[in-house]
């Protein structure tokens, strides 16, 4: 540009642009400035949820796998083991359904992260704020079998409740 316009106030990018525009132009030549605002940080509760979102699957799939075990074995007692097998899987689904549900409308997202190791990996985006967690496979088990056990429990009560 020439002297006459470059100094003249007309071609600053202030002038030449919207409000909005301003912003965003801001906002990238100061990077997490307002992403950093915005961004809450999950609460106790949601990371519980997470948590379940991403161990209650796991669990869902052990009790498939059993439960196959259990229809191809010749114990007498197989059919009530697939009925109760069954019943386990429904009720761990639809918690996982009701953790799913309640994520979304908290606009949390969860992501699994590829690492060779023994532990569990994922990343989650919590209303732009975005951090990585991992689960040891031995606190994984060990939290698999309190849930199996606060369904079987349910189960239980629900059963003696109609009995």
């Excluded at 801001?26 to 949820?49: D, Y």
């Excluded at 229809?71 to 069954?86: G, H």
Aim: proline fraction near 3%.
């Amino acid at each position: 540009m020439s002297k006459k316009l470059n100094g003249n106030g007309r071609w600053e990018s202030s002038r030449m642009m919207l409000p909005e525009h301003r912003e965003v132009l801001e906002e990238r030549s100061h990077p997490g400035s307002l992403e950093t605002k915005n961004a809450q940080v999950p609460t106790r509760e949601e990371l519980e949820m997470i948590r379940d979102a991403v161990l209650l699957p796991v669990l869902l799939t052990m009790i498939e796998k059993n439960g196959k075990e259990i229809t191809l074995s010749v114990n007498p007692l197989r059919k009530l083991y697939s009925v109760a097998t069954l019943a386990l899987m429904n009720r761990v689904h639809s918690e996982l359904a009701a953790v799913n549900r309640e994520l979304r409308e908290r606009k949390i997202k969860i992501f699994k992260d590829d690492r060779e190791d023994t532990d569990l990996h994922f990343r989650y985006i919590c209303r732009g704020y975005e951090d990585r967690f991992s689960i040891m496979r031995d606190v994984a088990r060990a939290s698999i079998s309190m849930k199996i056990g606060q369904h079987i429990q349910n189960i239980s009560a629900d059963l003696n409740k109609k009995a």
